[in-house]
């Protein structure tokens, strides 16, 4: 899918200027989510005055990732190094299929315990104890337990990002992430908006399961992890 110039390009920054500004740190050159909502961070331009800006954002033995269109240099007070290739997916086309949802539930604030936990045993990606603030999340219990969720991260205007997919490894091979998934895509294309998602380039299985649901590489970026010189 050929990529046309949007939000989408620079994702990350898109979402701390505009609907997720209230959840950043930082100024015109260069701002971050703060570290309880997530670790990224993004410049409005790759010059030393932003990188500089960048710097006085991030506490000394503090890592951030940025998203590139290439690899960066950065300046003498910061390190950067690659950390992979991300995969941008966006599904063009508009879920209409009736999901069943009779045992999926909205999560909040009572459930972040629960949400770390579930997190910490599958590893889907950042996410910390404010990430649920950045718009809707779902899930899934048994017996009590958080075997399942999903939920909606960056958000730019059009767009909406699904992240947090994840499943208790006992619980897999039951169709659980891809109902989640087409729950809140439904949920996206109602408000007018179209989901995207963020993978690493070697996570065949997660890309296999995006593409099934209706998902298309949109873009490729570098992931670039950026700390304080050592």
């Keep these: 899918m050929n990529p046309t110039p949007t939000g989408l390009d620079r994702p990350i920054w898109t979402a701390l200027t505009t609907r997720q500004a209230h959840l950043s740190l930082g100024g015109a050159l260069a701002r971050r989510f703060h570290p309880d909502v ?3 961070a993004a410049l ?6 932003a990188w500089r800006a960048l710097h006085a954002l991030l506490a000394p033995h503090e890592q951030v990732p940025i998203l590139s269109a290439d690899d960066v240099e950065g300046i003498d007070a910061l390190q950067t190094k690659r950390a992979g290739t991300i995969h941008q997916m966006i599904a063009p086309q508009r879920f209409t299929q009736t999901t069943d949802a009779s045992d999926v539930i909205r999560l909040s604030d009572a459930d972040t315990d629960d949400m770390l936990a579930l997190v910490q045993r599958t590893k889907p990606g950042p996410f910390g104890k404010r990430t649920h603030e950045m718009g809707a999340y779902i899930g899934i219990r048994e017996r009590g337990e958080l075997i399942a969720m999903a939920g909606e991260r960056m958000a730019i205007d059009g767009h909406v990002e699904i992240s947090a997919v994840c499943v208790d490894e006992r619980c897999r091979g039951r169709g659980l992430a891809g109902r989640l998934m087409n729950i809140l895509r439904e949920e996206i294309g109602r408000r007018g908006e179209t989901p995207f ?9 997660a890309i296999a399961l995006y593409e099934r649901l209706g998902f298309e590489l949109r ?10 010189a050592v």
């Design 38 to 40: 997530a670790p990224f």
């Design 44 to 49: 409005a331009s790759d010059t030393p005055d």
């Design 197 to 205: 998602l963020h993978v690493f380039s070697h996570n065949e299985s």
């Design 219 to 228: 873009h490729a970026f570098a992931l670039v992890q950026v700390s304080h």
